[in-house]
C-alpha cells in the first residue's frame, strides 16, 4: 500500500492531501457544513425573535425615555446672624427636623433675657396695681358706712343735711376710685400679655439660630461656610426632597390623549435594568410642547409631544437602595388602556406598591 503524505503550508493542503480524498468523501464534508451552517443561522434567527417576542408590548400599553428628578428645596435662615456651625456636607443624607446650621445666638439671648425682664416687671405693676385696687375697696366701704351713718342721723334731725351731702360726695369719689383702680388693674393685666408675647417673639428668634431640614432628603449644594454674615432669609443648604420625586416623558398627542390621572404605570431605570419600580401617572399637559399652526393636517398633529409626569412612592430611595435619585436615566411603561394587563416583565416584585 502506497505511503499517504500530508504537508500544511500556510493555511491550505498541498496537492498530494488533494488527491488523497475521496470524492465521497468530500460530499459528505460538504453537507455537514452546510447543516451545521443552516442550524447555526436557525438557531441565531430564533434568539433574535424571542428576544424581540420578548420586548414587545402588549396593546394599550406603552413607552418612553425619561429621567428622575427630585424636587429641590433651598434651606435659609429666618433670622440675620453670623454662622457658626455648618453640620452638613454636600451628598449627606437628612432627617427631618435635623440640625444643618447654626447662627452665633449671643445677640437672642440677649433680647430673650431682657424680655424675660420685662414680662417680671409687668407682673409686678399687676401686682401694684391689685393692691391699689384692694385699698380703694376699703375706702369704698368706709364710705359707704359713713353715708349710711348719717343718713341715718339726718333722718333724726342728729346730723345736719350737709354732712349727708359730704358723706354722699365721698361716696361717689370712693366708687369713682375704685372703678380708676380696676382699670389700672387691667391694663397691668395686658402689659403682662404683651411683655409674653415679646417673650415668646425672641424665644421663637433665639431657637431660630438653629436652622433644621424642613425635608428629609440628600444635600445637593452647601452655599456658605462657617463664619459667613448671612441676612434674613439667607440660602445655607439646598435639600433634594426624597419623598417628591418624579419622572417626565413626553408622548405623542395620540397617546398622551388616552392616559387616565392616577392610573399605574412602570419605569425600568438604566442603572437597575433588573428592578421594575411603580410609580403614578399625576400630570398630562394641556398644552403641547410647541405651538401648531391654525389648520392642522393629520400629520402635524402626529408630530405633537405632551409632556407627562409621573409620581414615585415616597420610599423611591429605600427601593434605590441609597443609589442617587435625581438624574437616572431610564424608560417608563404607560398605559393608554387602564384595563391592560401588565406582562410578566413589568410586573412589581412588592404588590403593595400598587
Not at 334731725?157 to 382699670?183: C, I, K, N, P, T
Not at 395686658?190 to 436652622?211: F, H, N, P
Not at 394641556?286 to 407627562?308: G, H, S, W, Y
Not at 411603561?333 to 400598587?354: H, I, K
Request: hydrophobic residues 50%; aromatic residues 4%.
Amino acid at each position: 500500500m502506497p505511503q499517504r503524505h500530508l504537508y500544511l503550508a500556510v493555511g491550505r493542503w498541498q496537492p498530494d492531501l488533494e488527491r488523497d480524498i475521496v470524492p465521497g468523501t468530500r460530499n459528505k464534508i460538504l453537507g455537514v457544513a452546510v447543516v451545521v451552517a443552516l442550524g447555526l443561522g436557525g438557531w441565531v434567527a430564533w434568539t433574535a425573535w424571542s428576544a424581540a417576542a420578548r420586548d414587545r408590548l402588549p396593546a394599550g400599553i406603552v413607552s418612553a425615555n425619561g429621567r428622575i428628578e427630585a424636587a429641590s428645596v433651598d434651606v435659609a435662615t429666618e433670622v440675620p446672624g453670623r454662622v457658626t456651625e455648618i453640620a452638613v456636607r454636600e451628598g449627606d443624607r437628612v432627617a427631618r427636623d435635623q440640625t444643618v446650621a447654626r447662627l452665633d445666638a449671643a445677640t437672642a439671648e440677649a433680647a430673650v433675657n431682657r424680655a424675660e425682664a420685662e414680662a417680671e416687671r409687668a407682673r409686678q405693676a399687676v401686682a401694684v396695681a391689685e393692691a391699689a385696687r384692694a385699698a380703694q375697696e376699703a375706702d369704698l366701704t368706709f364710705a359707704r358706712q359713713e353715708f349710711d351713718r348719717t343718713a341715718a342721723l339726718a333722718d333724726a334731725d342728729v346730723a345736719s343735711h350737709r354732712a349727708h351731702q359730704q358723706a354722699q360726695q365721698a361716696l361717689a369719689a370712693a366708687e369713682a376710685g375704685l372703678a380708676s383702680r380696676a382699670a389700672g388693674v387691667a391694663e397691668a393685666t395686658a402689659a403682662v400679655g404683651a411683655a409674653d408675647a415679646a417673650l415668646d417673639s425672641t424665644r421663637i428668634a433665639m431657637a431660630r439660630t438653629v436652622i433644621a431640614a424642613p425635608v428629609a432628603g440628600t444635600v445637593l449644594y452647601r452655599l456658605v461656610e462657617t463664619g459667613a454674615v448671612i441676612p434674613a432669609g439667607g440660602r445655607i443648604v439646598t435639600l433634594l426632597d426624597l419623598s417628591d420625586v418624579k419622572m417626565t416623558v413626553f408622548l405623542p398627542a395620540g397617546d398622551a390623549g388616552r392616559l387616565v390621572l392616577g392610573d399605574s404605570a412602570r419605569v425600568i431605570l438604566d442603572a437597575l435594568p433588573d428592578t421594575v419600580l411603580p410609580m403614578t401617572v399625576s400630570f398630562v399637559s394641556p398644552d403641547a410642547q410647541f405651538t401648531p399652526k391654525t389648520v392642522e393636517t393629520n400629520a402635524e398633529r402626529e408630530r405633537l409631544m405632551f409632556r407627562i409626569e409621573l409620581r414615585a412612592p415616597a420610599d423611591l430611595a429605600e427601593r434605590l437602595g441609597g443609589r442617587p435619585v435625581s438624574g437616572l436615566r431610564g424608560i417608563a411603561y404607560l398605559r393608554t388602556d387602564p384595563g391592560a394587563a401588565w406582562p410578566d416583565r413589568l410586573a412589581v416584585a412588592d404588590a403593595a406598591a400598587e
